[in-house]
């Protein structure tokens, strides 16, 4: 008997080697890191991406944007339910909708659709990670990763309507620097050329005014040798460029001021359209205050941060490529610091959800309130000299280079000579729209009634020019605020975004 088994054995193992079939190739399965409740390394940050688009391959693509300093990738994560190619849609949905991705002539980077027409303005950009101390920052992106995808039944609504790419980690070798050597590295780790120190702020590299920033190279805010001198800013203006006619909602995360912000950052004039950023910061405000009872700050970026910062991602998402609406989240909070205890991770991440959910359903709402091309020029930092075609001021009209007098309150104020100091003239955020649309051609333009707060009429006791009702010049967290009166946050300096 057992020599029979045996014979059987021999036998169908001959069989097997000469006849069977070729077993088809199974799908590499990749761990899942915990995402929620720690803070993870590089590698653990791209696994995670890794996982994702292999699990969910019908509406997850990941890409490589570029390569830094130290030969790091930054990675981008698109999540587009709306394509071709996802077999959850209908079979009519799916004809209608454009394909997942563009493939490459290499065969091995693809690239996101550029949808054109009427109706291509859905997506929403967020990238988080870009100042290398602020880590709660990046797992509050890969948060929100994490509820689009594995969590996507419960978000389906909003997935129906918007495209999301999302950069959990601009800066990935200030990053790794900051979790091994110095927990409080801020800028990236190209060394400057003909000098010793190390890094450029990679949230003062890009071209909107960059003539204007810090140009000392030992401050945590150095603005570069030039704009976009950093592989981490080329790799983000070349997405940015690329998605530009699809881009409805550009948000980025730092931390630690509690606050919501939008343009303007360089000066101290109200953005044209600021009524509708308001509007969108307050929605998302409203949010995290009932979900957890924590409350935002909103306002102007120079107003918050009492000071003016030129160069930054948002400025030039808004003023360069005119996507639509633009926003800053400082998360939580001084008393936590850039790195808050691991068990708070989660919490901050989940009611950061609840904000950023809310805010996107209230850019899609937004979406044909706003029409960018007929926009006045672009305000001007105090005492600016450029040619008004130049953007970064480095040239004036007859090519030659311009001295820049930094007077504005900017990174580098405290080394301007003292004579050439002009007094600040504060305006109110209503002064200053007025002053735009008497600049436009097509005048004021005028607003849904009882759509925004600030046209409704108001109980508070009337104001002197010059200030708004914080009696401090504030932001417009203040003037939005309850009978006219500042909140207490409203004291409290931020210094973060710096």
């Known amino acids: 008997m ?14 097997r080697v000469r006849d069977a079939p070729v077993t088809p ?110 880590w709660i920052s990046i797992t509050t ?61 990679c949230n003062r590299n890009y071209d909107i005014f960059w003539a204007s920033g810090s140009s000392k190279n030992n401050r945590n805010t150095f603005k570069g040798d030039r704009p976009f001198s950093e592989p981490e800013t080329r790799a983000m203006r070349n997405i940015l460029e690329r998605l530009s006619p699809n881009l409805l909602f550009f948000l980025s995360l730092h931390s630690y001021g509690q606050s919501i912000m939008y343009p303007w950052g360089y000066c101290r004039e ?37 000071r003016t910062i030129t160069g930054s991602v948002v400025d030039y998402v808004y003023g360069v490529l005119k996507v639509p609406m633009a926003l800053v989240m400082e998360l ?22 609840y904000g950023i959910r809310e805010m996107c359903k209230r850019s899609y709402d937004l979406r044909n309130q706003i029409n960018r091309s007929n926009e006045p020029q672009l305000p001007r930092p105090a005492r600016f000299i450029a040619d008004d075609t130049n953007l970064n001021g480095t040239v004036n009209e007859n090519g030659t280079p311009v001295t820049e007098e930094h007077t504005a309150g900017g990174d580098n104020n405290k080394t301007a000579s003292k004579k050439k100091r002009v007094k600040r003239t504060m305006r109110t955020q209503h002064e200053a729209i007025l002053k735009m649309q008497k ?31 914080d009696r401090r010049g504030g932001g417009d967290g203040a003037i939005l605020s309850s009978r006219g009166k500042p909140p207490v946050s409203s004291t409290m300096p931020i210094g973060v975004f710096l």
């Open 270 to 306: 109200a953005a044209f359209y600021w009524r509708e950023l308001s509007s969108l910061a307050n929605s998302g405000r409203s949010a995290i205050k009932s979900y957890n009872g924590r409350e935002y700050r909103t306002g102007s970026i120079s107003c918050l941060t009492k």
């Open 141 to 201: 992106a890969l948060n929100c990763i994490y509820q689009l995808t594995e969590r996507y039944t419960r978000n389906v609504d909003v997935l129906r309507k918007l495209r999301f790419i999302i950069v959990p980690l601009v800066n990935p070798d200030g990053y790794e620097y900051s979790r091994t050597k110095n927990a409080n590295w801020r800028k990236n780790r190209r060394p400057q050329k003909s000098s010793k120190f190390v890094g450029t702020d």
């Open 439 to 469: 600049n436009s051609k097509q005048g004021p333009q005028p607003f849904p009634a009882g759509l925004f707060p600030r046209q409704l009429a108001s109980s508070a006791p009337p104001i002197r020019p010059g200030l708004t009702r």
């Open 2 to 15: 057992l020599n029979a088994k045996s014979k059987r054995t021999t036998k169908t193992s001959k069989g």
């Open 332 to 353: 939580p909070a001084r008393d936590l610091g850039f790195q808050p205890p691991v068990e708070m991770v989660s919490q901050i991440g989940h009611e950061s959800w």
């Open 25 to 134: 190739l199974r799908r590499v399965v990749i761990p899942r890191p915990d995402v929620l409740h720690n803070y993870l390394e590089y590698k653990q940050i791209n696994q995670y991406l890794e996982y994702l688009a292999n699990r969910y391959p019908h509406f997850v693509q990941m890409y490589t944007l570029g390569l830094t300093h130290e030969r790091r990738e930054v990675r981008a994560l698109e999540i587009n339910w709306m394509n071709s190619e996802n077999v959850e849609l209908s079979p009519q949905v799916r004809e209608m909708s454009p394909p997942p991705f563009v493939a490459a002539t290499n065969g091995r980077n693809n690239a996101p659709v550029v949808q054109v027409g009427d109706n291509c303005r859905h997506t929403v950009f967020i990238e988080a990670g870009t100042h290398a101390r602020e």
